[in-house]
């Protein structure tokens, strides 16, 4: 399975950016794709996921409100629209994939996917 992420940069506290995923065909036949990040000293955390099965997603709590994940099948491409910015959004964010239908406790355990992107930058100024 590969996985290309990209769409970060440098934006304002307040900004917004949109990463994109770019998937294999394989993980279009079902499972979860999902953004994890990971700050400078810092855990890899959740960050989001969405199961293709059930067409559902799910948000850490510091980020619900403010960032959507969403798909586009026809172009093979999984997105992370992230808006009202935070300096604490600070991260390389990381696309991880299964091909596996996880349970919804599941989602945020990073051991749970199977393949993963190189990693884009997010710089969130002050």
């Known amino acids: 399975v590969q996985l290309q992420a990209s769409g970060g940069g440098l934006v304002q506290d307040g900004g917004s950016l949109r990463l994109s995923c770019a998937a294999s065909?394989?993980?279009?036949?079902?499972?979860?794709m999902g953004w994890f990040r990971q700050a400078p000293g810092k855990e890899r955390e959740f960050v989001a996921a969405?199961?293709?099965?059930?067409?559902?997603?799910a948000y850490a709590a510091s980020v619900k409100g403010r960032f959507t994940i969403s798909r586009d099948n026809a172009k093979k491409m999984v997105y992370l629209q992230m808006n009202s910015l935070k300096p604490e959004d600070t991260a390389v964010y990381y696309c991880g994939v299964t091909t596996r239908n996880l349970i919804y406790s599941a989602l945020s355990s990073r051991a749970e996917y199977d393949f993963w992107g190189q990693g884009t930058l997010v710089t969130v100024s002050s």
């Open positions: 065909e394989r993980t279009f036949s079902g499972g979860v």
């Open positions: 969405y199961r293709w099965g059930y067409g559902t997603a």
